[in-house]
């Protein structure tokens, strides 16, 4: 290992996180692409700094997964706080992770199928209650997945991504011309893995989805954790003709 330039790129890591990190984390909350907020940033980040930041936000507070939705990952730590009264008595008050956004909350969003599992929720194993999505039965893929976010919550419902061929095809936009700019800068922007990650699925996700399915690109799984629900999409076309008509 070259130490003297593992402790510089360290050190220049170090200052771009402490002078632009939390502008890229604030900016990564609000739905700004990568190259935008490249483009916002008063201090000189590079691009590949910049996105490091930003990805190491998106799997920490848990908008991307690199593993399959499960109660353990809802059930973080414990953290507590000592504060202090008028009168010098001292208590601790617990805080918890907002799944939400990068800060700190008192209460957490609402977990109502965690919580109803009470103490060792995080070691229970969801048994997925599996089916396929077919538009006979279900109705337009959105509209379904818009229904199902909204029963369960958003911090609560992802959607399973293979993306890696976007790092590749930075040109051809191979398989995303369907997409508008800002859809296709947004995945774009993303070092996406070569596995499936898993993605929650916000507003633009949701949208994303709905239109590489109906491009004939799209096949994978939504997961939606309060009602232990597994959808399983196959791609439009195949298997069971479940595409619009």
């Not at 995080?122 to 997945?145: A, C, M, N, P």
């Not at 859809?183 to 590489?212: A, F, T």
């Not at 997961?223 to 959808?231: A, D, H, L, T």
């Amino acid at each position: 290992m070259d130490r003297p330039g593992y402790f510089q790129t360290a050190l220049s890591n170090f200052a771009t996180d402490v002078a632009c990190g939390g502008a890229i984390r604030h900016l990564t909350d609000l739905g700004y692409t990568l190259d935008q907020i490249v483009e916002r940033l008063d201090y000189p980040a590079s691009r590949a700094k910049v996105q490091r930041i930003m990805m190491e936000y998106l799997y920490h507070s848990r908008v991307l997964l690199k593993e399959e939705p499960s109660f353990a990952l809802f059930t973080g730590p414990e953290e507590y706080v000592q504060e202090q009264d008028a009168y010098g008595r001292r208590t601790l008050r617990r805080i918890e992770n907002d799944l939400n956004s990068q800060y700190k909350a008192t209460d957490m969003p609402d977990l109502t199928a965690v919580s109803k599992n009470g103490k060792g929720a995080e070691k229970q194993e969801i048994f997925w209650k599996e089916s396929v999505y077919h538009f006979e039965r279900d109705g337009k893929l959105t509209e379904l997945l818009h229904r199902k976010r909204n029963e369960n919550g958003e911090a609560l419902s992802y959607v399973s991504c293979n993306f890696g061929f976007l790092n590749i095809d930075q040109n051809g936009y191979y398989g995303v011309a369907c997409l508008n700019n800002r859809q296709r800068d947004y995945l774009q922007g993303i070092c996406w893995e070569p596995s499936v990650v898993y993605h929650r699925l916000n507003q633009r996700m949701l949208e994303i989805v709905g239109k590489l399915y109906e491009a004939g690109v799209y096949q994978g799984d939504c997961f939606f954790v309060g009602s232990r629900e597994k959808i399983k999409i196959t791609r439009k076309g195949k298997d069971n003709d479940n595409g619009t008509r």
